[in-house]
């Protein structure tokens, strides 16, 4: 009997990914030993800054910035977690931001300046809505999961005790972005009538807004070529037995090719917020699966 490889892996309580973790999907090749992280976003830090996992449920943007800057990981397009962008930047109900021009010359907040869900905000305001970015002070809480990475001139960091939401509220914000679950009380969505504007825009432009896939350890995959389709399969099984036996939701479409268009702008959003010094290629950083 072949030993099994054990994995070190890191993964969002996701339903689509429940049978991998109770175990109703399982592998003859691949052992997994569950790591538990919260909030998530730690374990895309350790996953770039350490070696403690093999495997990890990854940002596009920080995986980006991960390969920026030299760090031996490999993406597969399996979309663990999306989000409407046009949803996601929200201000008080009172405020006197009527649409996103608004934000021009106003302090807009956001988690890190390089969190995947600002990046695909920002690019949306600019080339749907004409925002100047340049014109907006971005107000940071924290650093980016890469050590190596250096906001750009536009971002400065909040020195107040409070975070996103009471800053916003005390009116040291006109807006925010970033947050995980959104409490609709006293806020509405800078963009009206955001989520048809959301479903317009993916309508229109064939691309769903991703936010995390998977990242694995590049000396694995090349000790273990069956590595990369192995996972694939298995995520495809447990979303296959999510969406049937638990009513789950369906995620967008795994594989390189359904989600390269998505990747691809994200990136060049990124080369134009200075995340990165230019325009990377998808197909550069992940498997072609």
Known sequence: M?????????????????????GRVTSDRIKFEFKEYDPLPNAFRTMVRTGELDVSEMAIVTHLLAH?????????????????????????????????RDLEGTRVGVRAYAQTSGVWVRG????QYRVDLNRITWVTMEDAHLAEYKD??????????????PLMMAGELS??????????AGIRTVVPDAENAALDW????????????????NDLLTEHTWLGKELMNLFQAAKAIATRDDKAPAPPEYGFEANRRSL??????????????????????FLKL
């Open 152 to 165: 750009p001139s536009v971002a400065i960091r909040n020195n107040k005790p409070l975070s996103l939401r």
């Open 264 to 285: 691809q702008l994200a990136f060049d959003f990124s080369a134009d917020q200075s995340l990165t010094p230019r325009v990377c290629r998808a197909g550069d950083l």
């Open 68 to 100: 920026r800057f030299g760090k031996p990981i490999t993406g597969i397009a399996i979309p663990l977690w999306s989000r409407l962008p046009h949803t996601n930047l929200v201000c008080p109900i009172d405020s006197r931001i009527n649409e996103p």
């Open 2 to 22: 072949v030993e099994k490889l054990p994995l070190r892996i890191a993964l969002g309580k996701h339903q689509h990914v429940a049978p991998l973790k109770d």
């Open 124 to 127: 949306i305001l600019k080339s």
């Open 202 to 217: 993916i309508s229109d432009t064939g691309i769903v807004p991703i936010n995390h896939v998977i990242a694995v350890k």
């Open 175 to 184: 807006s925010i972005m970033g947050e995980r679950i959104i409490d609709p």
